[in-house]
């Protein structure tokens, strides 16, 4: 009997050693990484990024120990609430995409709150207004968000026109032009949304804009395009759009130059020239407002609210031209009949 207690006390006590021995190590395994190293790490998490990944990239910069005891922590919330009780503050983890600041004195808890909580690093991004498509493109490309190529080709996307209810043929003039809170890399599918869905919130502000068709709305939009590339003063934009509305019932000509700036710099790749000249508005062209009545096919700028307003508020007047006076404050003079107008033969593009 005794000899059997022996063997049992032996035993109890080499199974505990051993798991005493296991948990050390665990214990070890799961410390921060360093006590004294508070330089933060920049850690970069892309849309869609697995558990088990986010763990191997912790482990690669060297702010935690064990990547797989990491990974079933994560799944296993409770083991770091019974580890951490003060430092755990939920345990719905969601770990989100984005780039955060750690450093290596961060325990497992201080970890996944950090992740989860969408306190991460972004990236300021200005649009002006009455840019294109393209020009948009570039500086979000050059902002390291996404490339020019991927977004343009998603701005002509089918799937997502038809998702917004767009009738064109692609996403000019619905991009609302705004300062943008973006993250390196992110999804341009993102990021047309939020540029998307910040157009449709803006135009919700505008009472005359409110329960129009998608095509009826389309047309405002191509008009507000227009009027955002000719005006530089904001109370004439309501003037400016008088003018081609006035035009438009009448089907007579825009005569706009941003149409015929259009179809040199986007649909024919040309540098943004000093001056529109006579030939140029010649161009055979659905987009040149010089040949062709009416507005053009597609917006050709993404208008602000200015622009917008005034395409949905136009002036009452009986104008129907207009002329820069001013070309370096941008002011312009209305008239009523031709006599009273005076053309130009070399006439000035609105430089933003």
Same mark, same amino acid.
């Given at each position: ?7 049992? /006390? ?17 214990? =070890? $395994? ?46 296993? &919330?409770?083991?770091? %609430? ?12 969601? /770990? @989100?995409?984005?780039?955060? =600041? /750690? ?12 992740? %989860?909580? *969408?306190?991460? #690093?972004?990236?300021?991004? %200005?649009?002006?207004? *009455? /840019?294109?498509? %393209?020009?948009? *493109?570039?500086? !979000? ?21 038809? *998702? ?24 341009? $599918? ?25 095509? #009826? ?5 191509? !008009? ?23 035009? !438009? ?18 649909? #024919? ?21 010089? @040949? ?6 597609? &917006? ?40 009273? =107008?005076?053309?130009? =033969? ?7």
């Amino acid at each position: 009997m005794k000899k059997t207690l022996k063997i049992f /006390l032996s035993a109890f006590i080499f199974l505990f050693l051993i798991i005493a021995v296991i948990l050390l190590l665990l214990f =070890h $395994q799961i410390k921060p990484l360093s006590s004294t190293n508070k330089e933060d790490v920049r850690v970069e998490i892309e849309y869609g990024t697995s558990i088990y990944t986010i763990s191997q990239i912790l482990k690669e910069k060297k702010l935690i120990r064990n990547q797989k005891l990491f990974y079933y922590a994560v799944r296993y &919330p409770k083991i770091i %609430s019974f580890l951490y009780p003060e430092d755990f503050s939920s345990e719905n983890i969601e /770990l @989100k995409s984005g780039i955060y =600041h /750690l450093n290596p004195t961060m325990n497992y808890a201080e970890i996944v709150n950090a992740l %989860s909580s *969408g306190m991460q #690093e972004y990236i300021k991004v %200005s649009i002006p207004e *009455g /840019l294109t498509i %393209s020009k948009i *493109g570039e500086i !979000l490309e050059e902002n390291g968000i996404c490339s020019k190529a991927d977004f343009k080709a998603l701005c002509y996307d089918e799937n997502i026109l038809f *998702g917004y209810d767009i009738p064109g043929p692609s996403l000019e003039g619905f991009l609302f032009p705004d300062t943008y809170f973006f993250t390196s890399n992110m999804k341009v $599918q993102s990021v047309i949304d939020m540029m998307v869905s910040n157009f449709f919130d803006k135009v919700s502000t505008i009472e005359a804009l409110n329960g129009l068709s998608a095509e #009826e709305l389309y047309y405002k939009v191509k !008009l507000a395009s227009i009027v955002e590339r000719e005006y530089r003063i904001a109370d004439e934009a309501p003037l400016i759009a008088s003018v081609f509305v006035n035009r !438009l019932k009448y089907n007579i000509g825009l005569y706009s130059c941003a149409t015929v700036e259009y179809i040199l710099t986007e649909i #024919e790749g040309r540098p943004h020239p000093e001056r529109i000249l006579i030939e140029d508005t010649k161009i055979d062209s659905p987009y040149n407002t010089y @040949k062709y009545a009416g507005l053009p096919p597609t &917006p050709i700028s993404n208008p602000g609210m200015v622009a917008l307003d005034a395409a949905a508020n136009p002036a009452k007047t009986k104008y129907y031209f207009f002329q820069i006076v001013d070309p370096q404050e941008g002011r312009h003079v209305f008239t009523t009949t031709f006599d009273e =107008h005076i053309e130009s =033969h070399n006439l000035y593009t609105k430089k933003r």
